[in-house]
């Protein structure tokens, strides 16, 4: 059975940073596609980063030059750090996971992130 647990969301003022890790078990994480999702309350949820296997990255618009993705294969963990955080940035993040081995992908409960201005 594959789990995502994510962690690292909280409270912070309009500047601050956090960073966000999802842990991953029962499956390979190594050939899995991982990426982060957020939903702002009353918004579709939205893709903010993703990053494949081969280490490469895409972010959304709205967070490029101030969020990072980055994955440790042998800690099955992926990470967002997001600095320069806006109140725009709240909302309920999400750890997505795609690869081969699933015919469709798993999703994380989600880590609450609320920035005050």
């Known amino acids: 059975q594959v789990q995502l647990v994510e962690s690292g969301g909280g409270s912070v003022q309009a500047g601050g940073s956090l960073r966000l890790s999802c842990a991953v078990s029962g499956t390979i994480f190594s050939i899995s596609d991982m990426a982060w999702y957020r939903q702002a309350p009353g918004k579709q949820r939205e893709l903010v980063a993703g990053?494949?296997?081969?280490?490469?990255?895409n972010y959304a618009d709205s967070v490029k030059g101030r969020f990072t993705i980055s994955r440790d294969n042998a800690k099955r963990t992926v990470y967002l750090q997001m600095t320069s955080l806006k109140p725009e940035d709240t909302g309920v993040y999400y750890c997505?996971?795609?690869?081969?081995?699933?015919?469709?992908?798993?999703w994380g409960q989600g880590t609450q992130v609320t920035v005050s201005s």
């Open positions: 990053i494949p296997p081969d280490g490469s990255t």
């Open positions: 997505k996971l795609s690869n081969s081995l699933r015919s469709y992908p798993s």
